[in-house]
């Protein structure tokens, strides 16, 4: 089955803003929850937040509240994620998750570093 493609990533400075984007081309996208995940260096993978499919649940991870923000254009099939004041403990690989579907995107590096 179809897997989601992420794009987006790179390297930042502490404090800028990042918008990382993960389309889906599954038939089932407008109804299935999506999420996204990180794994930093030498750490397991750990949730960042996820949106329902109409996209008017969300939840957040504490640690990213108020500085990450998750949301969805359906008819895009693409959820993205805004990551705003980026700090260095942000760097990590991301993975967007089809949730309903089990299948994650194939990562995308964000490195933060002065």
């Known amino acids: 089955q179809a897997r989601p493609v992420q794009s987006g990533g790179g390297l930042m400075q502490p404090g800028e803003s990042l918008q990382l984007f993960c389309i889906d081309s599954?038939?089932?996208?407008?109804?299935?929850?999506m999420s996204w995940y990180r794994q930093g260096p030498g750490k397991e993978r750990e949730f960042l937040a996820s949106?329902?499919?109409?996209?008017?649940?969300?939840n957040y991870a504490d640690f990213v509240k108020g500085r990450f923000t998750i949301s969805r254009d359906n008819a895009k099939k693409t959820v993205y994620l805004q990551m705003d004041n980026l700090k260095p403990e942000d760097t990590a690989v991301y993975f967007c998750n089809n949730v309903a579907r089990g299948t994650w995107g194939q990562g995308a590096q964000v490195t933060v570093s002065s």
């Open positions: 599954g038939f089932s996208f407008e109804f299935d929850a």
């Open positions: 949106i329902s499919g109409s996209g008017g649940v969300t």
